[in-house]
């Protein structure tokens, strides 16, 4: 009967990977974008080209006669960052099964109710998606690439964004109250 018990017991959590580690890793990463690439990592352009392959598929006239959309041409998917982005997805999401860490869970504080958090990241994650586009890059494609090639105007973003981003905790720290 004992045995059973055990058997029914959930699998530990692995250990999360050592911060320095991934983060040499990630450099390496870049690295090997550029030299093998000719350019850096982002994410958003992914993002645009998978909207553009929806909208070719409702409205092709319209996707292909877009300034936006329509320079991408009849097959928008076919662009590294596209593969990028699936692969990220699909390596999350294949990490987290295996560190035995993938559940439905909504992260929030004690003091902020679940639609309140909801309501908080999606519309963060618009307006952060909208201005990434607006600025024809993401944090990630600045943040890494700009500067890994010392790129000035990427520098002042990071500084920019970790002043904002200590700012706009100070606003909503109540919201958590752990």
Same mark, same amino acid.
């Given at each position: !009967?004992?045995?059973?018990?055990?058997?029914?017991?959930? !699998?530990?959590?692995?250990?999360?990977?050592?911060?320095?580690?991934?983060?040499? !890793?990630?450099?390496?990463?870049?690295?090997?974008?550029?030299?093998?690439?000719?350019?850096?990592?982002?994410?958003?352009?992914?993002?645009a080209r998978l909207g553009a392959?929806?909208?070719?598929?409702?409205?092709?006239?319209?996707?292909?006669?877009?300034?936006?959309?329509?320079?991408?041409?009849?097959?928008?998917?076919?662009?590294?960052?596209?593969? !990028?982005?699936?692969?990220?997805?699909?390596?999350?999401?294949?990490?987290?099964?295996?560190?035995?860490?993938?559940?439905?869970?909504?992260?929030?504080?004690?003091a902020c109710a679940p639609e309140?958090?909801?309501?908080?990241?999606?519309?963060?994650?618009?307006?952060?998606?909208?201005?990434?586009?607006?600025?024809?890059?993401?944090?990630?494609?600045?943040?890494?690439?700009?500067?890994?090639?010392?790129?000035?105007?990427?520098?002042?973003?990071?500084?920019?964004?970790?002043?904002?981003?200590?700012?706009?905790?100070?606003?909503?720290?109540?919201?958590?109250?752990?």
């Open positions: !009967m004992n045995a059973k018990k055990k058997a029914h017991a959930p !699998m530990p959590q692995k250990a999360y990977l050592n911060p320095y580690y991934a983060g040499f !890793m990630l450099g390496i990463t870049l690295l090997l974008s550029y030299l093998l690439l000719g350019t850096g990592l982002g994410a958003s352009s992914g993002v392959a929806l909208e070719l598929t409702v409205a092709p006239v319209r996707t292909l006669a877009s300034d936006y959309f329509g320079l991408w041409g009849q097959t928008p998917l076919r662009y590294y960052l596209v593969y !990028m982005l699936v692969g990220v997805f699909f390596g999350g999401l294949i990490s987290a099964l295996l560190a035995n860490r993938c559940k439905i869970t909504i992260e929030r504080g004690a309140k958090r909801l309501l908080f990241a999606l519309t963060g994650g618009f307006l952060a998606g909208f201005a990434s586009r607006l600025a024809n890059g993401c944090t990630s494609g600045q943040a890494l690439s700009g500067s890994a090639v010392l790129l000035v105007g990427s520098l002042l973003f990071l500084i920019c964004i970790f002043v904002g981003g200590f700012a706009t905790a100070w606003f909503v720290r109540r919201q958590w109250d752990d």
